[in-house]
């Protein structure tokens, strides 16, 4: 663990199946099938089919495919995973370690994240331990007052681990086990799930079919 402190671990899927834990995780944004992305400008629907468990790994394929959802075409499909309904947390430690996409600039392709989210946005708080922005790595918080966040410690396509330790009103980020800052967030103590997404588009880097894997997550509370 690359997160400094005394912990007892709470969640952890090491993704050695051949299949994803449903006791676990869901497929799809707020809807089960084929489902519209988290963000409008996105360009993939989410699809069960882009989502699978294998060496080790949860991978979630981007694939230039098209699919309907949302009321309009989009050219790619993507997978994306969610504790919703199943698992929630509060105040904690949460790392994951996520292989990112390279791009032929060099950047991270497409628009990979790991994140948690409450139940009634921005009120609730969301937590972007790690998303490709443009390219970039970078960490967020989101809340009523906005966004605040960096991209400080930039890091290419590849194996990383990426850990973030929420802890009264501040969030604090780890990369490879280095911190790489801090969140201020508006006090709200409302328990969040987990997020795993490859997005494509809107925000994210080149526009690649990329596959996104993930090598475990977990979660722990202070001991």
Not at 149 to 154: L, V
Request: net charge negative; glycine share 16%; proline share 5%.
């Amino acid at each position: 663990m690359g997160i400094p402190g005394d912990w007892t671990p709470v969640f952890d899927d090491e993704f050695n199946g051949d299949s994803l834990d449903s006791a676990n995780w869901n497929t799809g944004w707020h809807g089960s099938g084929v489902t519209a992305p988290v963000t409008a400008s996105e360009l993939a629907c989410y699809a069960p089919g882009q989502v699978s468990v294998g060496g080790g790994y949860l991978h979630l394929d981007a694939a230039l495919e098209n699919q309907e959802c949302g009321g309009r075409s989009r050219p790619y499909a993507s997978g994306l995973v969610d504790t919703d309904g199943l698992h929630e947390f509060g105040q904690g430690a949460f790392e994951a370690r996520i292989y990112l996409p390279a791009a032929p600039d060099g950047g991270v392709s497409d628009w990979p994240a790991f994140w948690t989210d409450g139940q009634t946005w921005p009120s609730d708080g969301e937590m972007d331990v790690m998303e490709s922005l443009s390219g970039e790595t970078c960490y967020h918080y989101h809340d009523s007052s906005g966004a605040d966040g960096g991209c400080s410690y930039t890091l290419g396509p590849g194996w990383h681990v990426f850990g973030a330790d929420w802890e009264g009103d501040t969030v604090t980020y780890y990369f490879d086990g280095r911190k790489v800052g801090s969140t201020p967030t508006d006090g709200s103590t409302a328990l969040q799930y987990l997020v795993l997404n490859n997005a494509v588009g809107a925000y994210g880097g080149q526009v690649e079919p990329a596959d996104m894997l993930v090598d475990y997550v977990r979660v722990w509370k202070r001991a």
